[in-house]
């Protein structure tokens, strides 16, 4: 029992490299990719790194989708890749529109159908072709 994890998801996550953009409030935007992704919200590699709490809109390009996904959410967590933990922050996802739920799910559907990673634990890219190079 000692050795369970500190924090808990309600919904699991794929591994999904996605390029994004996130902001607080007007504030310039910042560059990042999610490592994972899913219903409830991710885990984005980027810097600078918000505060817990930090209320941000992250901003997905999906290839699944024809206009950019913003999605308001808060920051749970921030790793500085210290202690043996990756650099970067999770986000709890606020309160989907049915068209944000539905878009999010359209990608994580895609995403599944990639197939799994070349090397265990590195996110699959959404949208690549899962034969070819790239």
Not at 21 to 33: D, F, I, N, V
Request: hydrophobic share 35%; aromatic share 6%.
């Amino acid at each position: 029992m000692g050795n369970e994890p500190t924090h808990f998801r309600r919904g699991g996550r794929q591994p999904v490299a996605l390029r994004v953009q996130y902001s607080r409030g007007s504030a310039l935007q910042h560059e990042g990719t999610t490592v994972d992704i899913g219903l409830g919200g991710a885990f984005v590699r980027g810097t600078p790194l918000p505060a817990v709490g930090d209320e941000l809109v992250l901003t997905l390009r999906s290839p699944t989708a024809w206009e950019p996904l913003e999605i308001p959410c808060r920051v749970r967590w921030v790793s500085d890749g210290t202690a043996g933990r990756p650099h970067g922050f999770g986000v709890r996802f606020a309160s989907l529109s049915t068209g944000q739920a539905s878009a999010l799910y359209e990608l994580l559907q895609a995403a599944d159908f990639i197939g799994p990673s070349a090397t265990p634990g590195t996110p699959r890219s959404a949208g690549a072709d899962p034969g070819g190079e790239g």
